[in-house]
């Protein structure tokens, strides 16, 4: 550890955060944010512009995942792929938004858990299939559904893939995060395992699955209140014991 | 012949200059000109970014962030199908729409399963460090083969799609990368150093439960701020994990780093930083608020963070 610690960089952890709370466009959010870090960091004008053309250029795989997927979606999109997925949920008897949520999150946790990551995602997964399901299980119980229910449930769906995600890959012993704790340990002089990182992992997934499971228990509740009256079906009280063994 | 993630970029390059062409060629786009500069910018980091000097790329990302920040990126003019247009091709297709969609799951894991073995010559077929990303373009490839023969489309059209989403999408679709370019600035300025300064030298420790309180929440902090795990867990670890967790109370190092990094998770599902998880989906899927699903993640993240500290408390120290 160098002596000196120039405390000006965290200038910048300041300035997003303003931005962020105060609403202002995130990618005006961002560049001034990066100018200003690195500004306090003394570097030359010239450095900061190569600091942010070489961070652009590092991180073009980001986007990879989002962009090479919307062609065939929206192809698909374009002959019903949406509706069909909504009227096919509508004929399971049994789903409802919550229930077919909670099997998705248990299915996400698993494949992520044997290192089958890209069996989701938001625009493979989630924009096609998943969020206009939930919808059409909502639907099918209760009729056409107000834009704020509607929303809800996007969100519910775009929140169920990341929680799934998040807290399955863990386990996977060759997955990134595990060999990136392993070097940073051994390099401090620590010796582990990667299957022990991965084992210990373990509790805190079980426990998202409960949490989140929950909460997707308690949105067919919200719904049956939000929607009242629509109809004769009351999910709340029957949801427990299926949803839960459907995962 | 290795097929490379480089690959990848020259396709996104040449969608994204497709997607510009057609945005400046689009007359009833109110904003053709600034939105096409902005896409045909975008395109060229694919085509040509690394061979451009960095400085310029620099010049480049700044004039597409100031475009995108005074509303210079609009939504150009698509023709929708109508509703009977729709549950006609529903009813026509079937569960075989669901064929294609499956398809870019299916091969990308398949390709990623297999990649070790599709070797000729002791040349790999698959780019092996990035075997996920160039499984995917493989899938998304043979899917887009897939779904224009279903539909008797073609691939312009699946193009044209592409931009109806892309434009659906708008800045937020560079946004992640905008994020992945700070965090790199980030580093570079000694921001991590700055902060693992702050939290050793005037947090307190000399209570178990409150170090490893300190470093839970302290990773998830770190991480709202960073937008990415990774970041955090060398900083928290190096600076409160390892010295005071492992070297004063002599905890298990395993269950402190598998812990810590999901204490980190729980930081990404609260942070617009981590825009590929939470700011990208509320634009795909046309939420108006773009807090959305960060708002749907919040009771999720407070609970399993709690959670975390007292799974840490009793499982590291027995």
């Known amino acids: 550890m160098p002596t000196e610690i120039n405390l000006w960089p965290l200038l910048g952890v300041a300035v997003i955060i303003a931005g962020f709370v105060l609403r202002f466009n995130p990618m005006l959010v961002v560049i001034v944010t990066a100018i200003v870090t690195a500004f306090a960091a003394h570097f030359p004008v010239e450095k900061i512009l190569a600091t942010i053309g070489t961070g652009f250029i590092k991180t073009r795989n980001l986007p990879l995942i989002i962009l090479l997927p919307l062609a065939v979606i929206g192809l698909l999109e374009r002959h019903g792929l949406r509706q069909h997925a909504q009227r096919w949920i509508s004929s399971i008897k049994s789903a409802t938004s919550g229930r077919l949520l909670i099997v998705y999150l248990g299915a996400r946790q698993l494949t992520a858990a044997v290192g089958l990551t890209s069996l989701g995602g938001h625009p493979q997964m989630v924009r096609p299939l998943l969020a206009p399901m939930a919808e059409g299980a909502a639907e099918a119980r209760f009729g056409a559904l107000p834009d704020k229910v509607r929303h809800k449930l996007r969100a519910y769906a775009a929140a169920t893939d990341n929680v799934g995600l998040f807290f399955g890959e863990d386990i996977f012993v060759a997955f990134g995060a595990i060999v990136l704790m392993t070097t940073f340990l051994r390099e401090a002089g620590i010796d582990i395992e990667p299957i022990q990182v991965a084992l210990w992992g373990i509790p805190t997934a079980v426990c998202a699955f409960v949490i989140h499971a929950w909460r997707l228990r308690r949105l067919d509740g919200w719904l049956a209140r939000e929607l009242a009256g629509a109809t004769p079906v009351a999910p709340a009280a029957s949801t427990a014991n299926p949803a839960v063994k459907g995962a | ?318």
């Not at chain 2, 937020?172 to 902060?195: N, R, T």
């Not at chain 2, 929440?217 to 060398?234: E, R, S, W």
Request: glycine share 10%; charged share 10%.
């Open chain 2, 1 to 318: 012949m290795t097929l490379t993630i480089t690959h990848l970029y020259y396709l996104v390059g040449a969608i994204l200059a497709v997607t510009a062409v057609m945005t400046l060629t689009d007359r009833q786009h109110a904003k053709r000109y600034s939105s096409a500069f902005f896409w045909g910018l975008y395109s060229l980091v694919f085509l040509v970014g690394d061979r451009l000097p960095p400085v310029w790329v620099g010049v480049g990302v700044v004039v597409m962030a100031l475009i995108a920040a005074f509303g210079g990126v609009g939504i150009g003019h698509h023709v929708p199908r109508t509703v009977e247009q729709y549950a006609a091709s529903a009813k026509r297709l079937g569960n075989k729409l669901f064929i294609p969609a499956l398809a870019i799951p299916v091969v990308t894991m398949i390709g990623t399963l297999s990649a070790s073995h599709l070797v000729i010559g002791g040349t790999p077929l698959l780019d092996p460090k990035n075997t996920t990303l160039v499984s995917l373009g493989i899938g998304c490839i043979v899917a887009l083969a897939l779904a224009c023969k279903m539909t008797n489309e073609t691939p312009v059209q699946g193009i044209r799609e592409s931009r109806r989403l892309t434009d659906a999408l708008g800045w937020a679709l560079v946004l992640p990368q905008m994020l992945g370019m700070l965090g790199l600035v980030f580093s570079d300025a000694g921001v991590g150093k700055a902060v693992a300064h702050i939290t050793t030298s005037y947090i307190n420790m000399d209570v178990r439960f409150f170090a490893v309180v300190v470093y839970v929440v302290g990773m998830a902090l770190f991480t709202v701020i960073m937008g990415n795990g990774f970041a955090a867990f060398p900083v928290m670890t190096g600076g409160v994990g390892i010295p005071v967790l492992v070297g004063m109370y002599h905890g298990n190092p395993a269950v402190m780093a598998a812990v810590g990094m999901l204490s980190g998770y729980c930081g990404t599902l609260l942070t617009p930083m981590a825009a590929n998880f939470n700011i990208v989906p509320a634009a795909l899927l046309e939420l108006p608020d773009k807090n959305a699903v960060i708002r749907a993640q919040v009771p999720t993240a407070l609970a399993l963070l709690t959670c975390n500290v007292f799974i840490l408390y009793f499982l590291m120290f027995r």
